[in-house]
Nanobody
Framework: QVQLVESGGGLVQAGGSLRLSCATSGRTFSSYAMGWFRQAPGKEREFVAGIRRTAGLTYYADSVKDRFTISRDNAKNTVYLQMNSLKPEDTAVYSC???????????????????WGQGTQVTVSS
């Protein structure tokens, strides 16, 4: 079992930055791919970013590419999402997820992940 706890959300003005953290406990963090998803009110949950066990392989939604950066620190069992140039449309609950090794997965699909955190609210004002 893997427990995931997000932090770092809050209220920020458009153009600002936030860094989300997702601390994990339980089974070996480094054996999992990690991802960030978000869900805005009245919308489906959507993929934001993913990172394989080796930090050199990352994936981003087109809507956040070049603004958001996902990274991981296997020594601290933590994955991060650095969010820059935030826009009001980035407002959502952001959740991290952990998924097992899957060579055919690009980790953009929710079904690629087994464990989920409760989420942290990010609100971007205009």
């Amino acid at each position: 079992q893997v427990q995931l706890v997000e932090s770092g959300g809050g209220l920020v003005q458009a153009g600002g930055s936030l860094r989300l953290s997702c601390a994990t406990s339980g089974r070996t963090f480094s054996s999992y791919a990690m991802g960030w998803f978000r869900q805005a009110p009245g919308k489906e949950r959507e993929f934001v970013a993913g990172i394989r066990r080796t930090a050199g392989l990352t994936y981003y939604a087109d809507s956040v590419k070049d603004r958001f950066t996902i990274s991981r620190d296997n020594a601290k069992n933590t994955v991060y999402l650095q969010m820059n140039s935030l826009k009001p449309e980035d407002t959502a609950v952001y959740s991290c997820a952990a998924g097992p090794l899957c060579y055919s997965c690009d980790y953009r699909d929710q079904s690629d992940y087994d464990y989920w955190g409760q989420g942290t609210q990010v609100t971007v004002s205009s």
